[in-house]
């Protein structure tokens, strides 16, 4: 079974400049979430789809960061216009309902995306 | 306001001993907490799920406890082994959505040989 890939691996920009994220979950699954760990600090919850759905988008920042899952299969997530703020890492999830315990699938994490801002 | 922490930053220990990782949390109801391992570099990956009416989960040599009471989860690495040097993450669901996972701030395990 093929994890969470996600694209690129890391990228570097100047403020101002405009970023896209991508991520493939695994197949079948169709909980798909985008997590950030920023410096020194904890892993935070972005915002989750159902399918193409955004179900939970309270941990998005801003109104910078746009998310999409059109098809309901692999994701973006869009920063515009980046700011320094926004360095770190960026992971992505997926997870597989189970059932009536589906929110208690474990999540499937990528190697994230680390997004430095200059 | 709510909060997970995570007992230390890093934690040393001689191959062959227990490992034991603390999580403890306030202001939290969760239904149930998540321990994960994450290695330089990589996403972190699943290990063990406890929910709130477990008191104890095992996993080979993982065991994890869930004191509702204390707000306390325990970790254990028994016979840990120099591969078992991660960062060890918990996480519980947050406030108002099941699917939304709050993380701890990690421990760094290193397990010398």
């Known amino acids: 079974e093929a994890g969470v890939t996600q694209f690129p691996s890391h990228s570097v920009i100047e403020k101002g400049q405009t970023v896209t994220l991508r991520c493939d979950p695994i197949?079948?699954?169709?909980?798909l979430y985008w997590y950030r760990r920023v410096m020194g600090k904890e892993i935070k919850f972005l915002l989750h789809?159902?399918?193409?759905?955004?179900?939970?988008e309270s941990g998005m920042p801003n109104n910078r960061f746009l998310a999409e899952r059109t098809g309901g299969t692999y994701s973006t997530l869009k920063v515009q216009p980046a700011e320094l703020e926004d360095s770190g890492v960026y992971f992505c999830?997926?997870?597989?309902?189970?059932?009536?315990?589906?929110?208690?699938?474990?999540?499937?994490f990528g190697n994230g995306t680390r997004l430095t801002v200059t | 306001s709510q909060k997970i922490e995570q007992n230390s930053e890093a934690l040393n220990i001689q191959e062959g001993k227990t490992a034991t990782l603390t999580c403890n949390y306030t202001?939290?109801?969760?239904?149930?907490l998540q321990w994960y391992r994450q290695d330089p570099g990589r996403g972190p990956v699943f290990l063990l799920l406890?929910?709130?009416?477990?008191k104890e989960k095992r996993k080979e040599r993982l065991k994890v406890t869930f004191d509702t009471t204390l707000k306390q989860s325990l970790f254990h690495i028994t016979a840990s082994q120099p591969a078992d040097s991660a960062t060890y993450l918990c996480?519980?669901?947050?406030?108002?959505?099941?699917?939304?996972?709050?993380f701890g701030s990690g421990t760094q395990l290193t397990v010398l040989p």
């Open positions: 999830a997926s997870s597989q309902d189970l059932g009536g315990f589906g929110y208690n699938s474990p999540l499937h």
């Open positions: 197949s079948g699954h169709d909980n």
């Open positions: 789809f159902v399918k193409e759905s955004k179900q939970d």
């Open positions: 202001n939290y109801s969760p239904a149930y």
């Open positions: 406890i929910r709130e009416n477990e």
């Open positions: 996480a519980l669901d947050g406030s108002g959505s099941a699917r939304q996972l709050t």
